[in-house]
């Protein structure tokens, strides 16, 4: 007797491992989750023929609010619950486990393909680059949460996935870049704009998946299957990467180049640059020390840095060059080397 948290893969029945299927067919008894993700209809009717009057399906209020009883029958005979994906990356099913491990009831995990991974290799973008994942509900509550974490991640040169609501049908990719349009109006933040280079993913690991990337103002005119849809909006990009976007996915030359981060952190970048470059302009040298040019080279060398990674996408690169820069004019000017004021040091 054992409760078994078995992960279905992606929702067709292509990507059932063999242990999941050994599992599904000893269960005495499995309760089918019908509300973490999409499962294809033919998946389903091939889980009722395995096994007939004993496949349950279980809404969300079935899994959260019964576990108690369910974990007891697993005391008792070989109970499943069967999940899309890996059951453990939906926090419900690890308090599943968590309550098991309470009562001292024996627990396996069968672990699938989930669609996190999936849709990051579908991307062709790098996955340790990944930083925040966030979803947006049909409803579009918490979508301010998802712009500014997408922002955040960008800070960091990192790239953001989004995972778009399966329930009642799914929420679609222009749908959603609509509700973050919205949140653009409202914030001003330079993120959601025509050009933004992002990537559509629909559908994969079924037959009919769509990966695409473009800018934006192309995502809301493209043709998607029906959902589960999500959107990744990628960071700083490596060269291989942005090779893979254009020859694998379609992206044109001309939106990869674009691609740079949202206009508020280039914008500052910016103006720190040129503080420096107006501070050198207009530097008196107090001391003619062969020591105090050397310092004064190795400020020009970081701010030629800066100005490099800032052309490159590298934000936080070019960030730590020109504070590298200041903090070395600095320095002069209070030990009494140099004479300059700064045109502005506001963040």
């Given at each position: 007797?054992?409760?078994?948290?078995?992960?279905?893969?992606?929702?067709?029945?292509?990507?059932?491992?063999?242990?999941?299927?050994?599992?599904?067919?000893?269960?005495?008894?499995?309760?089918?989750?019908?509300?973490?993700?999409?499962?294809?209809?033919?998946?389903?009717?091939?889980?009722?023929?395995?096994?007939?009057?004993?496949?349950?399906?279980?809404?969300?209020?079935?899994?959260?609010?019964?576990?108690?009883?369910?974990?007891?029958?697993?005391?008792?005979?070989?109970?499943?619950?069967?999940?899309?994906?890996?059951?453990?990356?939906?926090?419900?099913?690890?308090?599943?486990?968590?309550?098991?491990?309470?009562?001292?009831?024996?627990?396996?995990?069968?672990?699938?393909?989930?669609?996190?991974?999936?849709?990051?290799?579908?991307?062709?973008?790098?996955?340790?680059?990944?930083?925040?994942?966030?979803?947006?509900?049909?409803?579009?509550?918490?979508?301010?949460?998802?712009?500014?974490?997408?922002?955040?991640?960008?800070?960091?040169?990192?790239?953001?996935?989004?995972?778009?609501?399966?329930?009642?049908?799914?929420?679609?990719?222009?749908?959603?870049?609509?509700?973050?349009?919205?949140?653009?109006?409202?914030?001003?933040?330079?993120?959601?704009?025509?050009?933004?280079?992002?990537?559509?993913?629909?559908?994969?690991?079924?037959?009919?998946?769509?990966?695409?990337?473009?800018?934006?103002?192309?995502?809301?005119?493209?043709?998607?299957?029906?959902?589960?849809?999500?959107?990744?909006?990628?960071?700083?990009?490596?060269?291989?990467?942005?090779?893979?976007?254009?020859?694998?996915?379609?992206a044109s030359p001309r939106v990869i180049e674009q691609h740079k981060p949202p206009w508020i952190i280039w914008q500052r970048l910016q103006r720190y640059i040129e503080n420096v470059e107006n501070a050198l302009r207009g530097l008196e040298l107090i001391d003619q020390s062969s020591e105090v040019k050397e310092v004064l080279d190795l400020v020009e060398r970081y701010l030629d840095d800066s100005r490099r990674f800032l052309s490159g996408g590298r934000g936080l690169d070019s960030l730590a060059a020109i504070s590298y820069a200041e903090g070395l004019l600095d320095c002069l000017r209070m030990l009494g080397r140099v004479r300059f004021s700064w045109s502005s040091r506001q963040g």
């Amino acid at each position: 007797m054992a409760l078994y948290l078995v992960g279905l893969g992606l929702g067709s029945s292509g990507y059932l491992t063999r242990m999941a299927m050994e599992v599904i067919a000893k269960s005495d008894k499995a309760y089918l989750d019908t509300y973490t993700s999409f499962l294809e209809p033919e998946l389903i009717e091939e889980l009722r023929i395995i096994l007939g009057s004993r496949l349950i399906e279980a809404d969300r209020r079935l899994l959260e609010e019964d576990v108690s009883r369910i974990v007891e029958e697993a005391g008792e005979r070989d109970i499943a619950i069967l999940v899309p994906g890996d059951p453990l990356i939906a926090t419900t099913h690890i308090s599943i486990i968590i309550e098991a491990a309470r009562r001292g009831v024996k627990y396996h995990v069968i672990h699938g393909v989930s669609a996190h991974s999936a849709l990051i290799s579908a991307s062709c973008l790098q996955a340790y680059k990944f930083g925040k994942i966030v979803t947006i509900p049909r409803s579009g509550v918490g979508v301010e949460t998802c712009y500014r974490a997408i922002l955040e991640n960008m800070e960091r040169g990192l790239h953001t996935l989004i995972l778009l609501d399966t329930a009642d049908g799914g929420l679609d990719i222009p749908s959603a870049i609509k509700m973050l349009m919205r949140v653009e109006d409202e914030f001003g933040m330079g993120l959601i704009t025509p050009e933004r280079l992002v990537i559509c993913l629909a559908r994969i690991g079924f037959g009919d998946e769509f990966r695409w990337a473009g800018s934006l103002a192309e995502a809301l005119e493209r043709n998607y299957p029906p959902p589960p849809h999500s959107i990744i909006f990628p960071g700083s990009l490596h060269f291989s990467e942005a090779e893979a976007l254009e020859t694998l996915l379609g992206a044109s030359p001309r939106v990869i180049e674009q691609h740079k981060p949202p206009w508020i952190i280039w914008q500052r970048l910016q103006r720190y640059i040129e503080n420096v470059e107006n501070a050198l302009r207009g530097l008196e040298l107090i001391d003619q020390s062969s020591e105090v040019k050397e310092v004064l080279d190795l400020v020009e060398r970081y701010l030629d840095d800066s100005r490099r990674f800032l052309s490159g996408g590298r934000g936080l690169d070019s960030l730590a060059a020109i504070s590298y820069a200041e903090g070395l004019l600095d320095c002069l000017r209070m030990l009494g080397r140099v004479r300059f004021s700064w045109s502005s040091r506001q963040g």
